[in-house]
């Protein structure tokens, strides 16, 4: 995620970048958002902007990469990853404190 907050420092002349992580089961799913100049996906030129370098990294991961940008209104980049045993990669607990501590 590292080149895709690049990306947004170099070339979306963005006032915001959200990065979110979210656990889901087995899949893990990072975004990276912007509200910056945004570009037509289209348009893309072979080896322009990272992106090549993100994709390669995510299939080697066995990740699926979505990319979604439209001209004046920013870009998402949103990465899922499952657990390759299918098992649960965090377990949540609630823990409680009381009122003395």
């Known amino acids: 995620m590292r080149e895709a907050v690049g990306n947004v420092l170099k070339h979306a002349s963005a006032k915001q970048v959200r990065i979110a992580m979210r656990l889901d089961g087995v899949v893990l799913e990072v975004r990276v958002e912007d509200d ?3 570009f037509d ?20 991961l066995g ?4 990319l979604e940008s439209t001209p ?7 990465v899922r990853l ?3 045993a299918g098992e649960e990669m965090v377990e949540i607990t ?3 404190q009381d009122g003395d501590g």
């Open 36 to 38: 910056g100049v945004g």
């Open 82 to 84: 499952a657990h390759p």
């Open 41 to 60: 996906p289209a348009q893309l030129r072979p080896g322009g902007m990272g992106l090549d370098g993100l994709r390669e990294r995510a299939a080697r």
């Open 63 to 66: 990740a699926t990469l979505d």
């Open 94 to 96: 609630e823990v409680q």
């Open 72 to 78: 004046g209104r920013g870009t998402r980049i949103t």
